[in-house]
């Protein structure tokens, strides 16, 4: 089948090109216009982030790591005005692997492919995470520094992501996910569901073979997790329960599929937990057999038992019906 014509991306401005699968960062003005473009570019950088230490600072410029739109090496006593003609930083990786991150391809085109990311893997480099996360990894195994995601996925939760390999093709298949055009399928370990939800801002009703659970969550800026909230319903999960309950360590426990009709943040996590079942393996919602949530703990805990395992969605492009399924299992499944 042919593809029909996708329109032209617009042109973008000269960037220096990534490296080990990371762009840089452009260096910028403060929006009050100070520090003032005065002095060198080194005392300028150290006034404006101060975040910067002056040793790791001039290990960048020895290195080359802070350069123009060509990718040429700026010097440290270039004069602070170059910032307005342009200045990048290539960051310091902090969390470098000894060895390269594997990630299984269930699905690919020359547009897109979909990938089966494993437990503990962010999507997105930032913070303490850069180098291990899913967007690096892929963009260094693929070789291909236009990688980018069209969606997320929690840290904790293994699945499928799609992932877009040209920048033309980057809007229409983000659009996808934002106009809710993706049926996106869990697969969900938790406590046998009790008869009436333990939050009483949860809703929850039978359709059809589905259970449909609907709450107000929003997940504040800063906050650990997705919180309860009055009012109006944002967020619905249809769930069903897809194998016998069991008795695992003590725990009443059985096996779901959860369909999101909505996508808000902690979303699944959250519902089950408002239904009094938190899934096996939450540290945010204080899950059985959970690590403790950002402290540093020893023992044998579960991985947050929450597979992203099915995708299916009308290509924007070519007009195919594409559904994938992840190869991944839960542990306790």
Known sequence: MSEPPVSRAKKHKQLPPARAGLHPKRLTEHPA???RLN???RDWILSRYPSIEADGLDQ??????????????WSATAPASVIRRGVWMYRPIPDEPAEPISIPIV??????LIADKPHGL??????QYVAQTLTV????????????????LDLATAGLVLATLQPQYRRPYQQ?????QVEKLYRVIAPVLPDHPLDPRISASPSSRWLRVRARIHKPPGAMRALFADGEPNSETLIRQIGPARRVNGLDIATYEAKLVTGRTHQIRAHFAGLGAPIVGDSLFEGAEAAPYDRESTGHFTDLQLLAYG?????PVTGESIHAESKRALTLD
């Open 33 to 35: 216009g100070t520090p």
């Open 39 to 41: 002095g060198d570019l």
């Open 60 to 73: 960048l410029f020895a290195a080359g790591d802070i350069v123009d739109a060509h990718a040429r090496p």
């Open 107 to 112: 699905q690919r085109t020359n547009r897109w």
């Open 122 to 127: 962010s999507i997105m480099p930032r913070g």
């Open 137 to 152: 990894a892929l963009r260094r195994q693929e070789r291909n520094d236009d990688i980018v995601t069209a969606h997320r």
């Open 176 to 180: 996808l996910f934002a106009e809710r």
């Open 311 to 315: 995708l299916a969605f009308t290509d």
